[in-house]
């Protein structure tokens, strides 16, 4: 995959069926990737510290909030299966 260096702790979906992919800063990003020809194409994701902000990405990169500065009950570091639903990782 030309862009998979972009994306650590990448693990499949099975739930979704997509690649997601696990940075931690501060607090922490989920990314849902989908597989096309020889690169990894964003579609969702989740960004966790003291808010959550989930985000679906069109296929031209236009970004549109699903949930925008909402005060988070999470701990930062949580990684997620699912956006819409939120769905916590096992």
């Given at each position: 995959?030309?862009?998979?260096?972009?994306y650590?702790?990448m693990?499949?979906n099975k739930?979704l069926?997509?690649?997601?992919a696990?940075?931690?800063?501060g607090?922490?990003?989920?990314?849902?990737l989908?597989?096309?020809?020889?690169?990894?194409r964003?579609?969702?994701?989740?960004?966790?510290?003291?808010?959550i902000n989930?985000?679906l990405?069109?296929?031209?990169g236009k970004?549109?909030?699903?949930?925008k500065d909402?005060?988070?009950?999470y701990?930062?570091?949580t990684?997620f299966t699912?956006?819409?639903?939120?769905?916590e990782?096992?």
């Amino acid at each position: 995959m030309k862009n998979s260096e972009d994306y650590p702790n990448m693990l499949y979906n099975k739930k979704l069926d997509c690649i997601d992919a696990f940075l931690v800063h501060g607090g922490s990003t989920t990314v849902f990737l989908k597989i096309e020809k020889d690169s990894l194409r964003e579609f969702a994701s989740i960004n966790l510290d003291d808010k959550i902000n989930i985000q679906l990405v069109d296929r031209n990169g236009k970004r549109k909030y699903l949930v925008k500065d909402k005060k988070s009950t999470y701990d930062p570091h949580t990684r997620f299966t699912n956006f819409s639903p939120l769905e916590e990782s096992n």
